[in-house]
Structure formats: structure tokens, C-alpha cells
């Protein structure tokens, strides 16, 4: 079976790369890792995917997907569609069709109108100029690299929500940051409040399930305040499992510590 299953990959990337020319590319011939470029009304996804040994004939191929622009819920929703996709062509090559059903999410999209974006400008004019002026200094940590991934973590002092919202205002202005596959982050914030202290805390997975959460939890850990972590990921084309975590968490401890911001 394991055989078939191979023979059965090869002609599938066969077929793809004659399909999609430069867009396909192979990421890892070794680990059978591939992505495919598809573009549509000047929005872009790459869509990774990596062929387990027991595909097509019992399991899916591994995926992830880097849209930056596209809002959390969407590329959530993008990613039930996909399984739905699976589900419906169990046992058969499903590449392709994944392809192609992220292409007709991308043409049903409306380009924004031009009075609308040029509002949109306007306004980011403004808060760039704000934010020159009152975001908390912002530590860019050490660069973590394994098998063509990459996480690097951004730390900064904060107070207040206001805070939280200047620092990742101010890190999406970074083209390399806001390109990055995943940008998960946490914050804890110290309130002292009539009744006593009381903690404000939240984390956000950006698409990397469980990333932001467990940030969190080793900032409970450190009993970290009044910090806010961002950790960006560039997807290499290679899954690496639960190693994910372990250099998110990495990148998330060594750029508290850089910063200064480590309790001890």
C-alpha cells in the first residue's frame, strides 16, 4: 500500500507543477513538502501541504496556509472548507481541489472601492504619527531558526490596553513582521483597583492553534506583568510537530529576558 501511495504522489505533483508552472514549487523532495501560489483579485495564499507515507489512501496531506491579510475568522473558515473538501474525497488525491477552492474563495471577494481606501490611508497616516509618539519601546528578540522555519519574538512594557494596542499597531507597520505566517501574542497587565489587585490578561493563536495560549500560560508561570509578547512565524514548507511550540515558547522567554522585563 505504501508503494501505491507513493507512485499515486508522484503523478499527482507530476500534474500540479504541469498545472501551475512557477506557482508550484517543492519545498523538500525528501519529506515530500510542496506549496502552491494562488492569486486572485491581487489577494494572495500559499497553501503548504506535506504527503505523509499513508497518503491518499488513509490520511490527508498536512497543510497550513499564509494569507497575512486575511482576517483570523476567514482563514478559519478557509480551513473548515478545505476539511469539508477532504472529508468528500477520502482516499483520492485532494490537491488540486484544494487549490482550486481557494482560488473561488479568492473571486468572491470584492475588491474595496477607491474612496474607501484612500479613507483607510488617511487614517493610518494619523495613527503612524500617534504611534511615533506613544508606543512603549518595543525589544525584537533573537531569531529562531529550525528546518527552514522561522520564529522571532517582540516584547515590550506595558500598562494599559492602549499600550497593547500602540505595540501591535506599531509591529504590523513592519512589512517582515505583518508577511510572517503567524503572529500569536499574549499580555498580562497588573490593575490595582479600589478592591485590590486583579490581573488583565489575553492571547491571541493567529491561526497557530494553542501558540497563544500556551504563551500565556508560561507568562503565569514567570507570574509575568505588565509584558506583551508577540511571536511571528515564517512557515518554511516543513511541519515540525509539537518542536513548534517548544521554540514559540523559546522565542516568547528569551525576548522577556532580552527586554528586561524577566521577574525575578
Known amino acids: 500500500m505504501a508503494t501505491e501511495n507513493l507512485i ?3 503523478e ?3 500534474a500540479l507543477s504541469s498545472i501551475y508552472g512557477d506557482d508550484w ?6 519529506a515530500r513538502s510542496y506549496s502552491v501560489r494562488i492569486v486572485e483579485n491581487k489577494n494572495e495564499v500559499i497553501l503548504y501541504v506535506t504527503m505523509p507515507v499513508d497518503y491518499p489512501s488513509q490520511s490527508p496531506p498536512k497543510y497550513e496556509l499564509s494569507a497575512p491579510w486575511m482576517e483570523r475568522k476567514a482563514k478559519t473558515k478557509l ?3 478545505l476539511d469539508e473538501v477532504y472529508l468528500e474525497n477520502v482516499g483520492e488525491n485532494v490537491v488540486f481541489q484544494w487549490a482550486e477552492k481557494i482560488r473561488e474563495v479568492l473571486q468572491a471577494i470584492k475588491p474595496p472601492e477607491k474612496k474607501v481606501v484612500q479613507k483607510q490611508r488617511s487614517i493610518e497616516s494619523l495613527d503612524m504619527t500617534l504611534l511615533k509618539i506613544n508606543c512603549p519601546e518595543i525589544t525584537h528578540g533573537q531569531v529562531i531558526v529550525d528546518r527552514k522555519s522561522s520564529f522571532q519574538g517582540h516584547a515590550a512594557e506595558v500598562h494599559c490596553m492602549e499600550d497593547v494596542n500602540a505595540v501591535l499597531s506599531k509591529l504590523k507597520l513592519n512589512k517582515k513582521i505583518i508577511n510572517a505566517t503567524h503572529n500569536m501574542y499574549a499580555y498580562r497587565i497588573e490593575r490595582k483597583t479600589a478592591k485590590g489587585v486583579s490581573i488583565l490578561q489575553d492571547c491571541d493563536d493567529d491561526g497557530e492553534a494553542h501558540a497563544g495560549g500556551r504563551m500565556l500560560h508560561l507568562m503565569q508561570i514567570l507570574d509575568q506583568k505588565n509584558t506583551i509578547v508577540v511571536v ?3 512557515y518554511g514548507g516543513i511541519q515540525l510537530g509539537p518542536d513548534r511550540f517548544r521554540h514559540i515558547n523559546n522565542a516568547t522567554r528569551q525576548v522577556i529576558q532580552q527586554a528586561g522585563l524577566l521577574k525575578k
Open 8 to 10: 499515486k504522489q508522484a
Open 232 to 234: 511571528s512565524r515564517w
Open 12 to 14: 499527482e505533483v507530476e
Open 79 to 81: 480551513h473548515h472548507t
Open 25 to 30: 514549487t517543492t519545498e523538500s523532495e525528501a
